[in-house]
């Protein structure tokens, strides 16, 4: 007998990346009595400092619910605890049959799920010891002049005189990536001190964080760096955290999930400070972009999520925006949160720097809440020293 095997072709759908809202967090495992199993100690001795009680926006998404989302044939790419929430990669047939469950509140779509961009993560390279100056970048400038004048506009002689050099504060800083902040020598006294720790990345979910942009390295150096009589950041002697939140290959409202997501991490294990350099108002699909009266600190869900963490005992820094010369020129998400510190960008003379972003928000509140340097700034290039 002759038996012919026909092969059927094979169908699969688009693989995209969903929000999805639950309605409660009944019967949840954890309980606010317990928060030691989901927030560390020294998370929990700053909001003690600043009386910050623990809610129930604190209990980490019902792990029964996320089984049932894993059962219908979803992936999890993250959570949020603040917004009772998931962001799943899933089809869309299995996105409909996700928002029928009965604790669904809602399901909205992020966008597709891009091909992550650096698989294999390359390994985490020696640190060398400094054999000399690391060169300079960039035209013949004078850039030790900027540098000292970047540091004068702040204050920072003064306080790292009076010893505030920020010792025994945390700070995450979320980014694109830490491109070489494993081997440049500006960093050499921060990570040999044990104050250099590679956190999560919350896009690719692994901890490969040395990689993928040079930008998180730039705003690292700016406050981490201590190479004394060369180049010294403003907090030299506090610990960091590093969070890639960012995708760098494409922009789609998924990065906001992204954010709450390293926001919370931050907040779990303690941390005092959150640094962001991030902001969204356009996304690639067009139909997902944000409008101008979105920007009210409780619709975007970065904004929702940035409110949030700024409740939580901790100051959040992040950037306004660089669309102040552009057809957008208002703020991005989450700067538009309450409480949460946006950032604009002045030049050596003060004035706002034309790039920076600005407000008022939509309900009428000032925006930005502070302004620093921002143009031509001093920062830790690939190997030296750039002015970006």
């Excluded at 928060?35 to 792990?63: G, M, Q």
């Excluded at 956190?199 to 040079?214: H, K, L, N, P, T």
């Excluded at 302004?371 to 700034?377: A, N, R, S, T």
Aim: charged fraction near 20%.
């Amino acid at each position: 007998l002759l038996f012919v095997v026909v092969q059927q072709p094979v169908f699969s759908q688009k693989i995209n990346k969903y929000w999805v809202e639950f309605s409660d967090k009944n019967n949840s495992p954890y309980c606010s009595c317990r928060p030691a199993e989901f927030l560390s100690a020294r998370a929990l001795e700053r909001r003690a400092r600043a009386s910050i009680e623990v809610e129930e926006n604190d209990l980490p998404v019902n792990p029964g619910y996320l089984k049932q989302l894993k059962i219908s044939g979803v992936q999890i790419h993250t959570t949020s605890r603040w917004l009772n929430a998931a962001a799943i990669m899933a089809d869309s047939s299995a996105a409909v049959k996700i928002g029928k469950l009965p604790f669904v509140k809602s399901v909205s779509y992020l966008g597709p799920h891009l091909k992550y961009r650096n698989p294999p993560n390359r390994p985490v390279k020696k640190r060398a010891p400094l054999k000399s100056d690391p060169a300079i970048q960039g035209a013949d400038i004078p850039i030790w002049g900027y540098a000292t004048q970047q540091n004068q506009l702040l204050g920072i002689p003064v306080l790292h005189s009076a010893g505030h050099r920020g010792e025994g504060i945390w700070i995450a800083v979320m980014d694109g990536g830490f491109t070489n902040a494993d081997t440049i020598p500006m960093f050499d006294s921060v990570a040999l001190k044990g104050r250099l720790f590679p956190g999560w990345d919350f896009v690719e979910r692994d901890a490969g964080i040395f990689e993928g942009a040079q930008h998180g390295t730039s705003v690292l150096s700016v406050m981490a760096s201590n190479l004394p009589g060369y180049f010294v950041g403003t907090a030299p002697d506090a610990s960091y955290f590093l969070l890639k939140t960012e995708d760098t290959g494409g922009e789609y409202p998924i990065e906001e999930a992204n954010w709450v997501a390293g926001a919370e991490w931050a907040d779990s294990i303690g941390v005092n400070i959150i640094n962001a350099s991030l902001g969204y108002t356009s996304f690639n699909d067009n139909t997902l972009s944000h409008q101008y009266s979105d920007l009210n600190g409780r619709t975007a869900i970065g904004s929702r999520g940035g409110a949030i963490a700024a409740s939580k005992g901790m100051i959040v820094c992040n950037s306004a925006g660089n669309e102040g010369d552009g057809t957008w020129h208002y703020i991005g998400v989450p700067a538009d949160a309450p409480g949460l510190i946006a950032v604009g960008a002045v030049d050596f003379e003060g004035q706002r720097a034309g790039f920076s972003s600005f407000g008022p928000t939509p309900d009428g509140r000032i925006k930005p809440d502070l302004m620093g340097p921002g143009d031509q700034v001093i920062v830790a290039g690939n190997v030296g020293i750039a002015l970006g």
